[in-house]
């Protein structure tokens, strides 16, 4: 077992990015181009909206603190959106507002289970997103009066509402420029 603050420490000086978990430590995954290129297009498109505001995108090399009553997390979305930032000199945040993570075969599991279950449990938190990067599909968690509501957007034409930013994020951007597996066609016997 680690502690927090030995993470922190030795997080720093590490060659790749390790996530978290209650004193345990794990390695993170390579992803394909594809994925950092959805994850690219949302920070910009969340940057170039958020100009002149208060909220600021991070990209992936930001981590995110998650505090439980008996334990702490730390993990690395690959955007997030904060508007009450902690310190520069803090190498992590603890008040996101947006969360984002672009699902790939190696994390859908972790970001549907574990990381949606953790988010959902910080109070700043308004929206996240599951960003699939095999189709034009974006699976979104809002914040509303009772709790959590599941949709589900596809398409060039799908847009995403962003009240709690103040405007929409249309998934022709997070998608642009991005090509796509073929989808497979699997014939009825």
Same mark, same amino acid.
């Given at each position: 077992?680690i502690s927090p603050a030995d993470y922190l420490e030795t997080e720093l000086l590490s060659p790749? @990015?390790?996530?978290?978990?209650?004193?345990?430590?794990?390695?993170?995954?390579?992803? &394909?181009?594809? +994925?950092?290129?959805?994850a690219g297009n949302t920070l910009v498109t969340l940057h170039a909206r958020l100009r002149g505001?208060?909220? !600021? %995108?991070?990209?992936?090399?930001? @981590? #995110?603190?998650?505090?439980? *009553?008996? +334990?702490?997390?730390?993990?690395? *979305?690959?955007? &997030?959106?904060?508007?009450?930032?902690?310190?520069?000199?803090?190498?992590? &945040?603890?008040? %996101?507002?947006?969360?984002?993570?672009?699902? /790939?075969?190696?994390?859908?599991?972790t970001d549907e289970g574990e990381k949606l279950d953790a988010y959902l449990t910080i109070p700043?938190?308004?929206?996240? #997103?599951?960003?699939? /990067?095999?189709? @034009?599909?974006?699976?979104?968690?809002?914040?509303?009066?009772?709790?959590?509501? !599941? /949709?589900?957007?596809?398409?060039?034409?799908?847009?995403?509402? #962003?009240?709690?930013?103040?405007?929409?994020?249309?998934?022709?951007?997070?998608?642009?420029?991005? &090509? #796509? %597996?073929?989808?497979?066609?699997?014939?009825?016997?």
């Open positions: 077992m790749i @990015k390790r996530e978290y978990i209650a004193g345990r430590v794990y390695a993170m995954g390579e992803f &394909q181009n594809r +994925h950092n290129i959805i505001k208060k909220c !600021r %995108p991070f990209n992936s090399d930001t @981590k #995110l603190r998650i505090r439980f *009553p008996n +334990h702490v997390r730390f993990y690395y *979305p690959d955007v &997030q959106v904060v508007c009450q930032p902690n310190s520069v000199d803090e190498s992590f &945040q603890d008040q %996101p507002n947006v969360i984002v993570e672009v699902l /790939s075969e190696s994390t859908r599991r700043s938190l308004e929206t996240y #997103l599951l960003v699939d /990067s095999t189709n @034009k599909e974006v699976v979104v968690q809002q914040r509303g009066d009772t709790g959590f509501t !599941r /949709s589900v957007y596809i398409g060039d034409d799908g847009v995403i509402p #962003l009240a709690c930013l103040g405007f929409d994020l249309p998934l022709a951007e997070i998608y642009e420029g991005v &090509q #796509l %597996p073929a989808l497979e066609v699997v014939e009825a016997e």
